[in-house]
Every structure is written in C-alpha cells, then in structure tokens.
C-alpha cells in the first residue's frame, strides 16, 4: 500500500478549512497559551496546514482576532424573559457576558484596544439597548448608560492603573506614613479576580448595581 505523502495530506486539510474552524481553532489555542502564543504559523501547526492557507479566509492577524472576539461575544446567552424589573434583566445580561469573558480572558485585552465596535458587539449593544427601551428607559438615557457603563457592558471593566503581582507595588509600610488610607486599604483587601487585577467578581457585580440603581434613578426622575 503507497505511503500517504505529508504534501497530500496538507492538501486535503487546506480543503478541509474554513473560516470557522480556523476562528474555532485559534480561540481554542490563545485559550491555553493565551495572545502571546498565538501566531499565524503556530495557528497553522495546530490546523495541519500550511500557514498561507488561512490568509485565504483571513488577511492578517487583526482580522483573526476580530474574529476570534466575536467569537467570544457570540457566546453571551441572553437570559430568558421575565417579569422582573429591568435593572435585574439588564443585570443578568452584563452578568452573562462576564461569564463568556472569564472562560476567555484574551478577550477582553483585544477588545479594549479596539476603535470600532464588530458586529457581534453591535448586537449585544443592541440587546442592551432594547433591555433599557423595553423598561421604560428614554434614548437619551440609553445614550449616556452606554458611555457610563463602557466596557463593562462586555462584562469586564478597565482599571485606573496595574495592581497584579507582576506590577510589584511597595509594601504598605514603606509608604504608610505618607499615604496612609492608601496603605490601610492595600493590607485589607485581595483580588484574586478571573480576569485579574482589580476587576473581581464581588467588585464587579457592586459597581453594576451602583450603575443601575443610578440608572434607575434617573428614569424615575427621583
């Protein structure tokens, strides 16, 4: 029996691509090596093709993580109807969303750095939107909660500044003296978040329902 050839076999899985199992693929990889582990060529030795074949479906890298955040996004399970308040539908919405971010924290960094929202995200917005329409809420309002919620809308949210292990901030004590509120609240709390930093499930799910209870509020015209 003739010995199956490596060039034959590269053939029939470049025919076997698509744009699909490339995105599937490449998720799946900067899910276990995260972003720095994801390159074309490395994505290509996963899929058993050759690399120029994934350009087919994809032009560059900006467009494969594009991609790959849609992805992600797509993966937000609106939650069934219900009769209770908007502020709690809207709640379980944003709390979904957090749950896709925290099986793919890459995700959140790529789309932090994005200018224009993809259509995955344009229609999570609008999901957001009709929750608020639906509950009484004026455009206007709509408006100014997009800009107040901002990424948290996308369930994660972006720090004033890096308080990981790997940012090494002084030991309290070495500035207690002079900053010392500063110092009482770093030997008091811990965050030890899925999406890291500061960004917490507790301190998320606080500053949410800060958010919407203003919300609230001002629908209300209380």
Known sequence: MPR???SGSAA???????RESIVTAAVDLADREGLDGLSMRRLAQQLGVDAMSIYYHLPDKNALLTAMTDAVVAEIEPPAPTDAPWTEELRALIM???????RHPWAARVLEQRQDPSPAVMLHIERVLGVMRRGGCSIDLGHHA?????????????DLFDDTPAAAAPPPE???????????LAAAVSHDGPLGGCDDDIEFAFALDVLLDGLERRRAGL
């Open 4 to 6: 199956r050839s490596a």
């Open 12 to 18: 029939r899985a470049n025919s076997r691509l698509s």
């Open 96 to 102: 979904a969303a957090r749950q896709a971010m925290a």
């Open 146 to 158: 997009i800009h107040l919620l901002g990424s948290r809308i996308l369930g994660f949210s972006q």
């Open 174 to 184: 070495q500035f207690a003296a002079t900053m010392p509120h500063i110092a009482e």
